[in-house]
């Protein structure tokens, strides 16, 4: 409309241009399980199941379940925290805090309903601002069922789900195996094609955790599922180095042990290590002098596919980058269809790239606007964006070479 007469200076915001694309977290860990246990210390009962809870230290856990002014070597401490299917919450937040500071969201089943439990991150965003990125459940993933649930969870997420391989004790064979869709899972832990068969699944999002660990509980040790520490490495990982890095190569804290021995090499192919990640399991490197490792750098996506996504840390940054500027496009959409708005959202999305680039998280990368295939009349535009994420160095050759003419020093 006509400006009004005016005698003077005006000032007119212009609100174009660049526009600051904020990155979505990555180290937060949805954690699904159950704290029945909680009755047992006070007369206040747990009730915020199937709702997000946010616990930063072991101590926060204590402290919501009123378990902190309790001995844990207490009698009916003890007969309870032993048992997974019990107290499966506590258990995990040990073994993820063990590892460093992480941002940890769970929610608690009600009785045996862990769907409904699932479904609580939904609500994640709207609580907290963020949403469960790496996605456990010890001590039930493994159960068939399960793993369909957490996949979709994962996918609706942008997550990682961390699935445990559960071996089976001798004793326990043909009843664990019903766990399994009634398949007889080997104890050996190099039968990887009849593990991984069990989970029938090359699910980019899937990382397929073997074996369980041993850790001290009351003068004896424990068994405790893999994913919880694999959990806590990456999202402390994620915090130090960065979540383009591998979850692979990292020292894992407070074991003790595997509950199966795992032969690795680094020049040993065949080893039990590796035989495992060739099947699209991360299990643990266990050398003299090296502590226990987390081992392995693909989903259960390998080997049926070897596009770059297969590789863990590939769908981690492809997610962030992704989601991040999927959600700074919402102050674009609605806008008035010019030049200037699709110069606004490539400038935008173009200096993010940079930035990540910058910090190391990808390699380059563009993003450029489709004008072929968008149709502005119908208020649609399309933009395209090309970007390559540094793969892990997961196989190093070094060639050597007897080279006769050293000799041509020799007597100098």
């Avoid at 072991?58 to 379940?65: I, M, S």
């Avoid at 993933?141 to 004790?169: C, E, R, Y």
């Avoid at 003790?256 to 192919?269: M, V």
């Avoid at 196989?395 to 003419?405: E, G």
Wanted: hydrophobic share 40%; aromatic share 8%; glycine share 8%.
């Amino acid at each position: 409309m006509p400006a009004a007469y005016l005698h003077g200076v005006e000032i007119i915001e212009v609100s174009s241009g660049l526009k600051p694309i904020r990155e979505v977290r990555s180290a937060v860990i949805g954690l699904v399980g159950t704290v029945s246990y909680a009755d047992t210390y006070s007369g206040e009962k747990f009730t915020e199941y199937n709702t997000p809870t946010l616990v930063r230290s072991l101590k926060e856990a204590r402290e919501l379940f009123h378990v902190g002014t309790h001995e844990v070597t207490d009698e009916g401490v003890t007969s309870i925290v032993s048992n997974v299917s019990y107290s499966s919450i506590l258990e995990s937040l040990e073994s993820i805090f063990a590892q460093g500071a992480c941002t940890v969201l769970i929610c608690v089943m009600n009785g045996s309903d862990f769907s409904a439990a699932l479904t609580g991150f939904e609500e994640s965003i709207s609580l907290f601002g963020f949403e469960p990125k790496i996605l456990i459940a010890p001590g039930f993933s493994h159960k068939s069922g399960i793993l369909s649930q957490m996949l979709t969870a994962a996918d609706k997420h942008k997550a990682v789900a961390l699935v445990d391989v559960a071996s089976l004790d001798n004793e326990k064979s043909t009843t664990d195996g019903a766990e399994y869709g009634g398949n007889n899972i080997a104890v050996d832990a190099a039968k990887t094609a009849v593990i991984s068969g069990a989970f029938n699944t090359s699910d980019e999002r899937c990382v397929l955790c073997y074996p369980r660990l041993l850790v001290a509980e009351n003068n004896t040790t424990a068994k405790r599922w893999y994913s919880a520490f694999l959990a806590g490495v990456i999202a402390n990982k994620d915090a130090e180095q960065g979540y383009w890095w591998s979850p692979s190569n990292t020292e894992i804290n407070g074991i003790l042990g595997l509950e199966q021995n795992i032969s690795a090499g680094l020049s040993d192919a065949n080893s039990d290590a590796n035989s495992l990640n060739e099947n699209g399991i991360v299990s643990v490197f266990a050398g003299f002098g090296t502590g226990y490792r987390t081992w392995g750098n693909r989903s259960a996506a390998y080997p049926a596919s070897t596009a770059p996504h297969n590789f863990i840390n590939g769908r981690r940054v492809s997610d962030v980058l992704l989601q991040s500027v999927q959600q700074a496009g919402l102050q674009f959409v609605d806008r008035p269809i010019t030049d200037a708005l699709i110069d606004s959202i490539k400038a935008s999305v173009n200096a993010f790239i940079r930035s990540l680039v910058g910090r190391g998280a990808l390699i380059d990368g563009e993003c450029v606007y489709n004008a072929e295939d968008s149709t502005p009349a119908d208020g649609h535009l399309i933009f395209g964006v090309n970007y390559m994420f540094p793969p892990p160095a997961e196989r190093i050759t070094i060639q050597s070479y007897v080279d006769i003419n050293l000799l041509s020093t020799v007597g100098e």
